[in-house]
T-cell receptor, first 118, second 112 residues
Framework: GAVVSQHPSRVICKSGTSVKIECRSLDFQATTMFWYRQFPKKSLMLMATSNEGSKATYEQGVEKDKFLINHASLTLSTLTVTSAHPEDSSFYIC??????????????FGEGSWLTVV | GESVGLHLPTLSVQEGDNSIINCAYSNSASDYFIWYKQESGKGPQFIIDIRSNMDKRQGQRVTVLLNKTVKHLSLQIAATQPGDSAVYFCAERSSGTYKYIFGTGTRLKVLA
């Protein structure tokens, strides 16, 4: 079945550096992907909508210069956390809607990426 | 359960009993709802969905009830098992979009 793959699953970076997280749709194309952030014991917070071939749409309060999103192809979206700080440490999850009449309402989630900024 | 400060509300259930997890959603224009299960350190897993033109849908051991009048969603798990222990989220989708907004979540603990 449709799967969304995220990489890396865990990353530790130094404060001030940038880190890239990839989200790939396997066996299906995704013109739209979504990036969420989740703090411990909290719900998923939608950060932005990634659009293939155009600019991402950011939710209110999310810094677009801080969280760069690039949807380079129909199967890949990347989230780059620039000049990372310890408060950016979080669990980042991407998702992509399914396609076709049988799964058009379904949204598939990646396994998430743990970012720790030290 | 009600939110208790910074922690997720927790529902503790004896193994074999039925569980009911509740969710209040915010947007009366939402047309589609999903329940997800999330285990520690993992991404959300789809459990069951329901469209806004329905008020009940059943799956294997799970039932989702939708009350649009009060914007309330519930997930019923029959014969709760230890493997059901996880955090459960409801998510609503605005009509015409693929944008999902998640509820606050409930931690389900199954007691042996």
């Amino acid at each position: 079945g449709a799967v969304v793959s995220q990489h890396p699953s865990r990353v530790i970076c130094k404060s001030g550096t940038s880190v890239k997280i990839e989200c790939r749709s396997l066996d299906f194309q995704a013109t739209t992907m979504f990036w969420y952030r989740q703090f411990p014991k909290k719900s998923l917070m939608l950060m932005a909508t990634s659009n293939e071939g155009s600019k991402a749409t950011y939710e209110q309060g999310v810094e677009k210069d801080k969280f760069l999103i690039n949807h380079a192809s129909l199967t890949l979206s990347t989230l780059t956390v620039t000049s990372a700080h310890p408060e950016d440490s979080s669990f980042y999850i991407c998702s992509a809607p399914g396609t076709g009449s049988s799964s058009g309402n379904t949204i598939y989630f990646g396994e998430g990426s743990w970012l720790t900024v030290v | 359960g009600e939110s208790v400060g910074l922690h997720l509300p927790t529902l503790s259930v004896q193994e074999g009993d039925n569980s009911i997890i509740n969710c209040a959603y915010s947007n009366s224009a939402s047309d589609y709802f999903i329940w997800y299960k999330q285990e520690s350190g993992k991404g959300p897993q789809f459990i069951i969905d329901i469209r806004s033109n329905m008020d009940k849908r059943q799956g294997q051991r799970v039932t989702v009830l939708l009350n649009k009048t009060v914007k309330h969603l519930s997930l019923q798990i029959a014969a709760t098992q230890p493997g059901d222990s996880a955090v459960y989220f409801c998510a609503e989708r605005s009509s015409g979009t693929y944008k999902y907004i998640f509820g606050t979540g409930t931690r389900l603990k199954v007691l042996a």
